[in-house]
């Protein structure tokens, strides 16, 4: 128990790479609703709204809290179809969920119909929706669809079929309102197997080394790898990994980017990821902790050999980063121990 304790399990997510918390969907809010009900302006009273239809729990018994404002109101005018989504958690007020036309009612159906299986799970299914709303011309929907695409497992973000085009990706990538969306554009840009994706990774992986920081430099290493494989490892090793002058912060980044390759890496691969982490180590054993981190926060134990490179000159004071790296050692000789034991 105080083994595993020095390790967080998640999974190699997308979301992994973000540098802010990030939020719950729009989904995950219907999901958690007791009740939800499209609304359109009162006929009495045009600055207030009215439920035109339950789509699950009860209707209002009360008055909708929230005013009309006269560009929605002309805009709703302009289109009868259209709807706002209200929902209400349980013991909760009613809270504004998005502007919703026909494609996004259907949307908003869909999750209601997954709701059993989807609240208790990112499951594949929800994925596949979302992956297929990426194309979307509506706006609404492929900026929730970038959301929720986030979302997944990177395993699972390797099945996608990449709708959106690199210039597509690339044309928000650097502004302000894309930031939010930044990791997973940078991740399906690696997806995506482009030239001009392949362009911009490189750009940046080159241009990050001489800064001090470089964020979201976790994301362009796991892009660099999908799409170089080998190449692609042996670049960040040059780059970052042999390079004493980089900030450990940053090394962790790609370290992050290598661990979740692992998961998916073909025997190549991983021996390429092995190697390149046992020099780093090698070279500087202060980096042990991280390895026993990313590689440990995934319950991947692959990595006990390099890992324990550091503890035989003994090279790493700090008590805490110590016990982490024995407590990885540990953990990945008993997974070793299993295997042979099985096999």
Not at 152 to 158: G, I, Q, S
């Amino acid at each position: 128990m105080i083994v595993a304790a020095a390790f967080t399990i998640g999974q190699a997510t997308a979301c992994g790479f973000h540098y802010y918390i990030p939020e719950n969907t729009s989904v995950d809010r219907l999901l958690q609703s007791k009740d939800v009900i499209l609304a359109r302006p009162s006929r009495q009273n045009r600055f207030e709204f009215e439920a035109t239809k339950v789509l699950r729990g009860q209707g209002p018994s009360e008055k909708l809290p929230f005013l009309v404002s006269t560009v929605l109101r002309k805009k709703m005018e302009l289109n009868p179809e259209d709807h706002v989504v209200l929902e209400r958690a349980p013991e909760g007020a009613w809270k504004h969920v998005s502007y919703a036309n026909a494609a996004y009612v259907e949307m908003v159906e869909s999750v209601l119909a997954n709701s059993d299986t989807w609240s208790r799970d990112y499951t594949p299914d929800r994925f596949a929706m979302f992956a297929k709303l990426l194309s979307s011309p509506d706006p609404a929907l492929k900026e929730l669809a970038l959301r929720e695409v986030d979302k997944a497992p990177y395993a699972m973000l390797r099945q996608i079929d990449v709708s959106l085009s690199s210039e597509d990706l690339l044309s928000q990538l650097w502004t302000i309102k894309g930031i939010p969306f930044q990791s997973i554009r940078i991740l399906l840009l690696g997806l995506s197997g482009d030239d001009a994706a392949r362009v911009e990774i490189h750009r940046f992986i080159g241009i990050s080394k001489g800064k001090e920081r470089a964020e979201n430099l976790g994301a362009f290493s796991a892009a660099l790898v999908e799409l170089d494989g080998l190449d692609g490892v042996a670049r960040l090793e040059t780059t970052y990994l042999t390079d004493t002058s980089q900030p450990l912060p940053k090394l962790e980044q790609v370290v992050e980017a290598l661990a979740i390759h692992n998961a998916v890496a073909s025997f190549e691969l991983h021996k390429a990821i092995t190697d390149a982490l046992s020099r780093m180590i090698l070279q500087r054993p202060e980096t042990a902790p991280m390895v026993a981190r990313q590689f440990g926060n995934r319950q991947d134990w692959s990595q006990g050999a390099t890992v324990a490179l550091a503890l035989k000159n003994k090279a790493i004071k700090n008590p805490a980063e110590q016990f982490m790296v024995a407590s990885y050692v540990s953990r990945a000789q008993r997974a070793q121990l299993s295997d042979r034991v099985e096999n």
